[in-house]
T-cell receptor, first 111, second 112 residues
Framework: QKEVEQNSGPLSVPEGAIASLNCTYS??????FFWYRQYSGKSPELIMF????GDKEDGRFTAQLNKASQYVSLLIRDSQPSDSATYLC???????????FGAGTTVTVRA | KAGVTQTPRYLIKTRGQQVTLSCSPI?????VSWYQQTPGQGLQFLFE???????NKGNFPGRFSGRQFSNSRSEMNVSTLELGDSALYLC???????????FGPGTRLLVL
């Protein structure tokens, strides 16, 4: 079982819609959770981080964490063509704080 | 504040050669991590340095090594290059080893 798994893509949504991205992790002791966005040919760019159970909102982005279910999600509201990218879920291990990444979900926003 | 910088940005080498990649972290950041990204394996952790000490190491062969200098700049070295080493090598820095990591633009290595 992979440490971090993301819902398989690609995910295609119309402009203005909500894009929903899911991520599960295997290490129950994981402490920090991150969403990075990566445009084709570029490096990952941090979108959000979340440490506590519940929701965290930042502009059009909302991260949700449920440690009991070992699940973290990212909602992108009012999706824009500029949101078209690969979204990477990353989790820090319980003991050594290295980032473990999921394979990524590619999102395409249709104009 | 300037971001993470990596040099060179692109590199072409042949099998058997060695390569050194450089990373300058964000000013004030003392932790530097290295990752390899390939289409097949995704983003994989190589190693992490904090205050010149390697704190974590990923599951890569000994051909992959690194170091960190007193000014927090870091280098990674790959010896005896193999075709499978072709990848995007990413450096990320954070203030400590427990905080959010910010990525540099990466070095794209092609091994022929």
């Amino acid at each position: 079982q992979k440490e971090v798994e993301q819902n398989s893509g690609p995910l295609s949504v119309p402009e203005g819609a909500i894009a929903s991205l899911n991520c599960t992790y295997s290490d129950r002791g994981s402490q920090s959770f991150f969403w990075y966005r990566q445009y084709s040919g570029k490096s990952p760019e941090l979108i959000m981080f979340i440490y506590s159970n519940g929701d965290k909102e930042d502009g059009r982005f909302t991260a949700q964490l449920n440690k009991a279910s070992q699940y973290v999600s990212l909602l992108i509201r009012d999706s824009q063509p500029s949101d078209s990218a690969t979204y990477l879920c990353a989790v820090t291990a319980a003991n050594d704080y290295k980032l473990s990444f999921g394979a990524g979900t590619t999102v395409t926003v249709r104009a | 504040k300037a971001g993470v910088t990596q040099t060179p940005r692109y590199l072409i080498k042949t099998r058997g050669q060695q390569v050194t990649l450089s990373c300058s972290p964000i000013s004030g950041h003392r932790s530097v991590s290295w990752y390899q990204q390939t289409p097949g394996q995704g983003l994989q952790f190589l190693f992490e340095y904090f205050s010149e000490t390697q704190r974590n190491k990923g599951n890569f062969p000994g051909r992959f090594s690194g170091r960190q200098f007193s000014n927090s700049r870091s280098e990674m070295n790959v010896s005896t290059l193999e075709l499978g080493d072709s990848a995007l090598y990413l450096c990320a820095s954070s203030r400590t080893d427990k905080e959010t990591q910010y990525f540099g633009p990466g070095t794209r290595l092609l091994v022929l």
